[in-house]
């Protein structure tokens, strides 16, 4: 049995709320051609998970967030190369 505890951070970012949800490291499959993860951050939508960042276990939670945030700004609200708009528009 797995001792990896799960997290989660509901984040603010420009008034909308994001939730992330750490999942623990998944081993490599052959057969589903999907390789191996280690312990991961995903941004939680629509029922589907992004996947965002390594999670390193031990890390401040202060940090953790500021790396979230960061993440959300660039791949959220950060704008698509050569129209200036953002990727939400």
Known sequence: MSSYKPEQRRLVCRGREFHFVSYEARAASERRGESALPPMWFLMNEGKRRPVMAHV????????????????????FGALAGNGKSREQ
């Open 57 to 76: 276990i031990g890390q401040e939670s202060s940090e953790t967030e500021r790396a979230l945030l960061r993440w959300v700004e660039k791949e959220v």
